[in-house]
């Protein structure tokens, strides 16, 4: 099973891939989607409409992990990410790929067990469970990969039916 996971963003989309085989989460990919100021805002909705199309043609991945938007302190950048989710979301619905939406205070303590962990916790947590030499570079690529980690975890667990 391929896991896509996303940090969404409008300036930079981050994006991990992790194949999980039986209890076996490996890591696959890591990068981002970036758009530039030099593009009108309508524009850089569809480079990341453009760029995910190619990323889930590329991977095909079977399910999704995604960063829930929580909490932004400017008030501008949060409409332009809300936008870019809506995208984002639009785009996995086109793909018909199921997914999984986690906060921050779930995915950092899911790989630290602390909700408040420090970026550099997280991506250290990251090297150690995946064994890598460094993180993903930028930080919105680490994010992505931490989504799809959890997202693979998720999907690990039994699935408990109400007995009513």
Not at 11 to 37: D, E, M, S, W
Not at 92 to 118: C, F, H, N, R, V
Request: proline share 5%; hydrophobic share 40%.
């Amino acid at each position: 099973m391929i896991i896509l996971g996303l940090d969404p963003g409008f300036a930079r989309l981050g994006y991990g891939v992790v194949k999980k085989t039986g209890n076996t989460i490996q890591f696959h990919a890591a990068g981002v989607i970036t758009t530039t100021t030099r593009e009108t805002f309508p524009q850089r909705l569809i480079t990341i409409r453009q760029e995910l199309r190619q990323l889930i043609k590329k991977f095909r991945p079977d399910q999704v992990g995604i960063e829930r938007l929580y909490f932004f302190k400017n008030v501008t950048t949060a409409f332009g990410v809300g936008q870019a989710i809506g995208v984002i979301t639009l785009t996995l619905a086109e793909a018909k790929l199921p997914t999984t939406e986690l906060t921050p205070l779930q995915i950092k303590s899911i790989l630290t067990g602390y909700g408040q962990a420090s970026k550099p916790q997280v991506q250290k947590a990251l090297r150690l469970i995946f064994r890598l030499n460094r993180a993903p570079k930028p930080d919105d690529a680490a994010d992505g990969l931490a989504c799809a980690y959890c997202a693979a975890l998720g999907s690990m667990r039994p699935q408990i039916k109400n007995s009513k």
